[in-house]
């Protein structure tokens, strides 16, 4: 896990203690719930630098536990407890509903498909139309309930795979019509929180990035068959994503010192030190432009979010970075994507703002195609929870609908 120490206060302690005392019917269950909760904790903290930001934390976990089977709200056990975690409803339940709402809603869905997995899988969905926010439920399935946790996606030959995450940080996976596949081939690092990966050579190729430990610097290649290491880059970059500008894989800052403010593109020769960006971002996006720039979205400067629009080019021959606009609402660790004359935003995590989290979805909406000058930012909906990174893609077939 990205986290190697467990910040818990007594009032933590006594809540573990709680819960264990009693005898619980889904007790493995309960164990793996209260050590997400515990992980979520600890990452939320490492987020904070007020004491109100901390008793935010402090709230959400408190709430987390009283969530798992055995706790507060279900002590019971998973009778009768809506935790995801706890086994979902009957195949004939499910079977139903299936065939109710697909043939309700699918008349009725103009393309293009823009599907969101999230960590939890049973929270996927399908965000219909550019001018149109219509949302309607996923059905994607993997080996465990929050398969996609923390792990980071590629197209490889116009196949959805995701790599690492938090469950099993060496997985390789695809996706084959509503169910993730995984692979015999196995990364050679551990790659979760922070990572990032992207599609290179025509997309017959992804480059996966910044392991979870050791010096947050390495990388490999997957063909689809095998994954391999390759160049390390020269500065850690965990939480500094990937994108591509002028065709080369590049990255920018992170959460460790010595590379915030960095950027390195990758070259075959090895990874190439360029020019300094003027903050020190971390947790942000970053995405390839047509004409060969590369925009960053979102993330966190000094632990506060930031809204800015940053897009690195090329001015007289020289790599520049320069402000290019604001997002509606400030967000961290969201999953970009363009479509046509548009980037869709979906996030991650946001600020607090009276009292209640943010998880805002945003649409940065240019004049035309070559998305060269911003026409309007667009707040088009909300997640309810923080969703890491969620994986997008899109089509023109509709599918896997509940």
């Not at 009768?80 to 008349?107: M, R």
């Not at 219509?134 to 465990?144: I, P, R």
């Not at 720039?293 to 632990?303: D, E, P, Q, R």
Request: hydrophobic residues 35%; aromatic residues 10%.
């Amino acid at each position: 896990m990205l986290l190697s120490a467990i910040f818990l206060t007594a009032a933590n302690a006594i809540g573990l203690h709680q819960h264990s005392e009693r005898a619980c019917p889904d007790q493995e269950l309960m164990q793996e719930c209260m050590g997400i909760c515990r992980v979520e904790y600890n990452y939320c903290r490492l987020l904070c630098e007020t004491d109100y930001c901390l008793s935010i934390c402090q709230r959400q976990y408190d709430e987390c536990n009283d969530a798992c089977p055995c706790g507060a709200d279900c002590p019971a056990g998973c009778a009768g407890c809506d935790n995801p975690i706890c086994p979902i409803v009957t195949t004939e339940e499910i079977a139903t509903t299936t065939v109710e709402i697909t043939t309700t809603v699918a008349p009725t869905l103009p393309p293009p498909y823009l599907y969101v997995i999230m960590p939890k899988m049973s929270e996927s969905y399908l965000y219909s139309g550019n001018t149109t926010s219509a949302l309607y439920e996923a059905a994607f399935q993997g080996d465990h309930k929050k398969y996609t946790r923390r792990s980071v996606t590629a197209m490889i030959q116009n196949v959805v795979y995701i790599f690492g995450g938090e469950f099993d940080n060496r997985k390789i996976a695809y996706l084959s019509d509503c169910s993730f596949v995984e692979v015999s081939a196995r990364l050679n690092s551990n790659y979760s929180s922070g990572a990032a990966a992207i599609s290179l050579d025509d997309g017959t190729k992804a480059l996966i990035c910044f392991e979870e430990h050791a010096n947050y610097d390495s990388c490999e290649l997957f063909d689809g068959k095998k994954a391999v290491q390759t160049h390390s880059t020269n500065l850690p970059h965990l939480h500094g994503a990937l994108g591509m500008y002028y065709g080369q894989p590049t990255t920018m800052g992170g959460w460790h010192k010595e590379g915030k403010g960095k950027t390195e593109t990758y070259t075959p020769e090895g990874w190439r030190q360029i020019v300094d960006h003027p903050k020190k971002i971390a947790g942000h996006s970053l995405i390839g432009l047509p004409n060969g720039s590369m925009l960053l979205v979102g993330g966190k400067s000094n632990k506060e979010f930031q809204p800015g629009l940053w897009i690195l080019k090329k001015v007289n021959g020289a790599d520049k970075w320069e402000s290019f606009g604001e997002l509606k609402m400030a967000v961290s660790h969201p999953s970009t994507m363009i479509i046509d004359s548009s980037i869709f935003v979906f996030p991650g995590a946001g600020a607090v703002v009276d009292d209640v989290k943010q998880y805002p979805l945003q649409r940065i909406d240019f004049i035309d195609e070559s998305l060269e000058t911003i026409s309007d930012v667009e707040h088009i909906g909300d997640h309810e929870n923080y969703n890491y990174m969620p994986v997008l893609f899109f089509t023109s077939d509709m599918y896997c609908l509940k």
